[in-house]
């Protein structure tokens, strides 16, 4: 059926009926004629075979024991053996339980704060005020993670930070920040809504740029306070941007990046901080397990990729905005 | 009756108005301050970094720090491999983009739609961090100045965003005028298209090179060699980790005054290692926008 509609749609375009040539033939004219076009594709797409498809395919080591001398597909065949070994570890349930909690709080938070920003800014009038407040909240976007995390340290110090000053001037005893398990999230989380802020406003503020001035002009006439325009006309037109943002985030939420994390962790706090990629990292590469952090890191991508579907296509059903 | 309503629902907003002052007050005082009492920590003397004297304004004014920084071997050498790393990659990264994105962008490129489905699978999964790892060892760039560029010579998101810039803004027409003059593909796309996109170059050059000169997990996992590291590495060592050769610590001879100068130290770096990528971003800062929003049409 959608063939034949494709057939159609051809045959309407009165150039390619003329020429009378079968689809095959007129392809392989056209890449002759465009040859170009298509030698510019071979650089690009031999680094996603090499750098993204073989690793794909290299994956299998999960299921084998992997030796250096024998290859990706020359190891020995042990089937579950790693991903039992994994779930059967006292390890899962810590990293499922810290991976899964950073992620939801961060989520819980880390979601909502732009487009509070976004809506705040688009309320008041004066540019001035606005540009001001939208270049300096963007502007730790370009802070490195190294830089970040020294930061956070820097100010949680009991020697040389503010936040100590604070602590103690409201008459508290010093808190060793880094050193408690139990602030570990709330400073990752926090700390990454202090740097993304800016860069997540950006989003909802062209959408709400984008929305019909006829609207606000109505909700003037029937008398609707700031709030309610806010309510009735800023959200539903922010609305797809953010289910869009949503979709995506919770297609990661068991993704968390190794880079922060790891900066971030230190023999005190590591029984909150430890995450799946900062184990795959320290099992595989620090501890030369292979195939076992293979394993781990694999369960970990497919429980991401079937959340990312599953995800998007209940956005798809209870409303129209999807990733595809 | 009507006329009093009006008057109380516009009070209200007023005060729903200035309470949306004060709430943006306080984010930008909380977005600026850490910035600002890092940038004066860095400018003040070690002995008021250490005491805690510094908490708006640099207090006794002094460039130690800095001028400890700039003396620094390991240091120099992790500023210019960064430099290098940044501007190599930006060019590998800007050729690949471009070379995949334009042909893409054509509606009779033959297999288009396969090729995207085959990029945007990456996006979705990947074969994890081992496989890749042994796949660029294979590769034989291990710790070698390759590996900083290679394994992230294309990023598929900017793929799609560049994509989407050539498709709605080069006209279809143009093409085929210049395949009329006889124009070929790469000479339209040189001549003709890149001209015409230097907003999304600068947004792809921007994004690729706070990605670069900010990234430090490939060299943590490829780089042995500390002749080869970039600066976010080093920075780590001495910012994170605590590790620095205390004997690079010129006129520093006492406990004490090692420390302070230690301390000082870890502000002046933040500025240094900052400060570059910073600059250019008043510059760019509407390519920026419009960048990220080229990116949500098509996400």
Same mark, same amino acid.
């Given at each position: 059926m959608v063939g034949k509609m494709k057939t159609s749609v051809m045959d309407a375009r009165g150039k390619y009926k003329r020429s009378g040539l079968p689809s095959a033939r007129r392809k392989w004219k056209g890449i002759k004629r465009h040859w170009q076009l298509y030698l510019l594709i071979i650089a690009p797409m031999a680094y996603i075979v090499i750098f993204k498809y073989i690793p794909m395919y290299g994956a299998q080591i999960a299921f084998r024991d992997y030796s250096v001398i024998k290859g990706f597909t020359g190891s020995e065949f042990v089937g579950l053996k790693h991903f039992q070994s994994f779930f059967q570890s006292p390890n899962f349930w810590l990293l499922i339980k810290n991976t899964l909690g950073i992620s939801l709080y961060s989520l819980a938070v880390g979601f909502p704060a732009p487009i509070i920003l976004a809506l705040a800014l688009n309320e008041i009038k004066s540019m001035k005020f606005k540009k001001t407040v939208q270049t300096v909240t963007f502007a730790?976007?370009?802070?490195?993670t190294v830089v970040m995390v020294s930061m956070i340290i820097i100010f949680l110090?009991?020697? *040389? &930070?503010?936040v100590d000053y604070i602590v103690r001037g409201l008459g508290f005893d010093s808190i060793n920040f880094m050193g408690t398990p139990g602030y570990f999230k709330s400073i990752y989380v926090f700390s990454n809504v202090w740097q993304g802020i800016g860069y997540g406003a950006v989003i909802y503020l062209a959408a709400l740029a984008g929305i019909n001035p006829e609207l606000y002009e109505a909700a003037k006439v029937d008398g609707a306070s700031r709030l309610q325009k806010i309510r009735h006309v800023d959200l539903p037109g922010i609305a797809p941007a953010a289910i869009i943002l949503l979709i995506l985030s919770v297609g990661q939420i068991?993704?968390? &990046?190794f880079e922060k994390i790891y900066l971030m962790q230190n023999p005190l706090n590591v029984s909150t901080s430890e995450v799946i990629s900062t184990y795959v990292y320290k099992m595989g590469l *620090? &501890?030369?397990?292979f195939s076992f952090s293979s394993a781990v890191d694999l369960f970990n991508s497919v429980i991401n990729l079937i959340l990312l579907i599953t995800v998007n296509s209940i956005a798809k059903r209870i409303s129209e905005s999807s990733l595809w | 009756m009507n006329r009093v309503n009006a008057i109380r629902e516009s009070v209200r907003d007023r005060i729903f108005l200035g309470l949306i002052y004060i709430f943006l007050f306080c984010v930008l005082a909380v977005v600026i301050y850490p910035l600002i009492f890092i940038l004066s920590s860095s400018f003040s003397s070690p002995q008021a970094v250490v005491s805690g004297r510094v908490w708006l304004w640099p207090v006794d004014i002094s460039l130690m720090g800095y001028k400890v920084i700039f003396s620094n071997p390991a240091i120099l050498t992790g500023y210019i491999n960064s430099f290098i790393y940044t501007v190599l990659g930006v060019m590998i990264n800007i050729v690949m983009t471009v070379a995949i994105a334009y042909p893409l962008s054509?509606?009779?490129? $033959?297999?288009r739609n396969a090729i995207m489905m085959i990029l945007v699978f990456t996006i979705l999964f990947s074969g994890g961090l081992i496989p890749t790892y042994l796949t660029v060892k294979a590769a034989g760039?291990?710790?070698?100045?390759?590996a900083m560029v290679l394994p992230g010579a294309l990023a598929v998101f900017q793929v799609i965003v560049a994509r989407t810039f050539f498709q709605s803004t080069i006209p279809k027409e143009l093409g085929e005028a210049a395949e009329l003059d006889g124009c070929s593909d790469i000479g339209f796309l040189w001549r003709v298209v890149l001209p015409l996109s230097k907003a999304i170059l600068a947004v792809l050059i921007l994004f690729y090179a706070v990605g670069n000169w900010n990234a430090y997990f490939d060299a943590l996992i490829y780089l042995k060699s500390p002749e080869l590291y970039p600066l976010q590495i080093i920075l780590r060592n001495i910012l994170?980790? @605590?590790?620095?050769? +205390?004997?690079?610590? $010129?006129? +520093? @001879?006492?406990m004490a005054a090692r420390q302070g100068l230690r301390d000082l130290l870890k502000f002046s770096l933040i500025v240094v290692a900052t400060v570059p990528i910073l600059c250019i971003y008043p510059f760019v800062q509407k390519f920026f926008v419009q960048g990220i929003m080229i990116g949500s049409i098509k996400g």
């Open positions: 730790p976007f370009f802070i490195s110090s009991p020697r *040389l &930070g503010f068991m993704n968390i &990046g *620090l &501890g030369a397990n | 054509k509606s009779t490129f $033959v297999g760039i291990l710790d070698t100045r390759w994170i980790l @605590n590790s620095i050769d +205390a004997s690079s610590l $010129v006129d +520093a @001879n006492q």
